[in-house]
């Protein structure tokens, strides 16, 4: 093995474990709810703020992120750190505050923003290792993520009744894992910018590459977060029409568990497969895959639990593979200098928009059944196809 080879291998290991437990904060609030309502009355609003505080939290930061070009101009490893130490703070302050109140909130919010400089920062480290295979590079970091996504429901899966230490145990995670980045290196490929000009914002609109990269994603993101934050509460209410309410809160942990983290197995593979046949058709793929099994799913409510929870899994395996893809596409179409800014400005309109549709459905699902909301999220995947089909010879 080439030194190259070898400190690439020890970069990417050390920034995939960082990003694994990093990212076990953003579904702290949600994987808890439970042992938090048992606490405190928290209300459906506020109990949607806690999850979707996140998603507009991870906006705001992003959005200065990219305005000041942080991922491009600054050392990636000293921005990843100290996000990732003050969002594990942030996040140990949630047992101090009332459950769905103000603070506690704000702590989201707070958390949601210090992620903007984990993931896009992350992405940025990666691209610099590699050009053919970065399609694969970029899907192992989004395996790293969906894991990360999916360890609080294990956490609280496995231990449950106090949701106070199920916070300080992601806590300390991401705060260990903060440190972990230090063990990487930055590679051959990475880039940096004196200064940060908004004219590469624009290149968002103005390079058509980029435009319809930026297009697939927000389809993407229209179902992602909704699945991710939501799936415990609409499979638990689907099992509850077989099943005791105790016992259907149970099974749909696991089946989030099982769901999210599998799906960090079809991240890595998807983005190995695209190293042979494009980025652009495998995001297509996954993106019809992903439309088939959220219809299949609504389709199953409240019948049998094992085809629903099967079909929960399914989705989950099938909604993560492309998201790698769209930040590849947009990384091989920039200029290498500011392409942690447009990776980050993609990230930013993604959430904003999940923003919208977390914070949305339960309240839709409140008048019409959490089955409509499910269904209504293939609208994303279909969009995403039409905007991705106009890539996909130049994959």
């Known amino acids: 093995m080439t030194a190259v080879a070898s400190a ?203 435009r319809l990269a930026y297009g697939g994603y927000l389809g993407h993101m229209w179902e992602l977060y909704v699945l991710w934050a939501w799936m415990p509460a609409a499979a638990a209410a689907s099992f509850a029409l077989q099943m005791d309410q105790l016992r259907a809160t149970q099974l749909a942990t696991w089946v989030a568990f099982a769901a999210i983290a599998l799906g960090a197995v079809s991240a890595v593979w998807a983005g190995w497969v695209a190293g042979r046949i494009g980025k652009a058709n495998v995001a297509i793929i996954a993106l019809v895959a992903s439309l088939l099994a959220g219809l299949s799913t609504a389709a199953s409510f409240g019948g049998p639990w094992w085809l629903t929870a099967l079909l929960f899994v399914i989705w989950g395996i099938a909604v993560i593979p492309d998201s790698a893809q769209f930040s590849a596409l947009v990384a091989d179409a920039a200029p290498p200098q500011v392409a942690g800014s447009l990776m980050t400005f993609q990230t930013a309109l993604g959430f904003l928009l999940t923003f919208v549709t977390v914070q949305a459905a339960p309240v839709i699902a409140a008048t019409t059944g959490w089955q409509a909301v499910l269904a209504t999220l293939a609208i994303g995947p279909a969009l995403g196809i039409a905007s991705m089909w106009g890539l996909r010879e130049r994959s």
């Open 8 to 210: 690439k291998l020890r970069s990417m290991t050390a920034l995939v474990l960082a990003e694994v437990l990093v990212l076990s904060l953003w579904f702290i609030s949600s994987a808890t709810m439970p042992g938090m309502l048992a606490a405190a009355e928290v209300t459906p609003a506020r109990q949607a703020l806690l999850s979707s505080g996140v998603q507009i939290g991870f906006v705001i930061g992003a959005l200065g992120s990219a305005a000041l070009g942080v991922a491009d101009r600054f050392d990636p490893r000293r921005v990843f750190v100290l996000s990732a130490s003050l969002a594990a703070l942030a996040n140990a302050m949630l047992p101090v505050f009332e459950p769905g109140g103000n603070a506690s909130i704000a702590m989201r919010v707070i958390t949601g923003a210090l992620m903007a400089g984990v993931y896009p920062v992350g992405m940025k480290i990666a691209t610099g290792w590699g050009l053919k295979d970065r399609g694969l590079l970029v899907g192992i970091l989004v395996g790293a993520l969906t894991l990360g996504s999916s360890l609080p429901h294990l956490v609280a899966g496995l231990g449950g009744a106090d949701w106070r230490l199920a916070v300080y145990i992601t806590s300390a995670a991401a705060f260990a894992g903060g440190l972990l980045v230090l063990g990487a290196g930055l590679g051959p490929h990475h880039a940096r910018a004196p200064a940060f000009s908004m004219r590469a914002i624009g290149l968002a609109w103005t390079d058509r590459r980029i």
